[in-house]
T-cell receptor, first 115, second 115 residues
């Protein structure tokens, strides 16, 4: 069964450093998403991406965050200058279409720890 | 505003007994409703969805959910719980009428099935 792959599975970084979280969505999917889950809390939407541009973003997704699809297969989330409160599990997801009713396929997540 | 509520942080049930994990929602248009399960250190796995049609929806691993429009609920059920069902369960809604492709997740319910 096709999977969404995320790397690394766990990243530890110093406060103020830049991090890039990587995702390989399912190959024929067109819509890509990032969500995050702070430990013990609910899963929160960050951003959706389609046709090489952001289609929707939440208030969490401020100027410190950016997304990119640098080639035909990767989808990255960059945090420019990490803060302690950015520590969370970050999930990438993809879907065939925005209108699809199949739901997303999520990756297994990257646990980001900011120290 | 769109929202999903999972009123129980944790549900304990004995193995072999039926289980119910509750979810209520509030959206402005027709809801697309989903259940996801998260096992420890894993991503979010799709269980089932309600888009339209029969109010009783069957999904993976023997789970089902009942859509109740008048009560705005979408409770997850299983006739006979297994210890391996112990996990974190998330209800999510997509408000199709607003054109948003993002999910709104509930806070999650931890299911513990006791042997």
């Amino acid at each position: 069964e096709p999977e969404v792959t995320q790397t690394p599975s766990h990243q530890v970084t110093q406060m103020g450093q830049e991090v890039i979280l990587r995702c390989v969505p399912i190959s024929n999917h067109l819509y890509f998403y990032w969500y995050r889950q702070i430990l013990g809390q609910k899963v929160e939407f960050l951003v959706s991406f389609y046709n090489n541009e952001i289609s929707e973003k939440s208030e969490i997704f401020d100027d410190q965050f950016s997304v990119e699809r640098p080639d035909g297969s990767n989808f990255t989330l960059k945090i420019r200058s990490t803060k302690l409160e950015d520590s969370a599990m970050y999930f990438c997801a993809s879907s065939e279409a925005g209108g699809s009713n199949y739901g997303y396929t999520f990756g297994s997540g990257t646990r980001l720890t900011v120290v | 505003a769109q929202s999903v509520a999972q009123p129980e942080d944790q549900v304990n049930v004995a193995e072999g007994n039926p289980l119910t994990v509750k979810c209520t929602y509030s959206v402005s248009g027709n809801p697309y409703l989903f259940w996801y399960v998260q096992y420890p250190n894993r991503g979010l796995q799709f269980l089932l969805k309600y888009i339209t049609g029969d109010n009783l929806v069957k999904g993976s691993y023997g789970f089902e959910a009942e859509f109740n429009k008048s009560q705005t609920s979408f409770h997850l059920k299983k006739p006979s719980a297994l210890v391996s069902d112990s996990a974190l369960y998330f209800c999510a809604v997509r408000d199709w009428a607003s054109g948003t492709y993002k999910y709104i997740f509930g806070t999650g319910t931890r299911l513990k099935v006791l042997a």
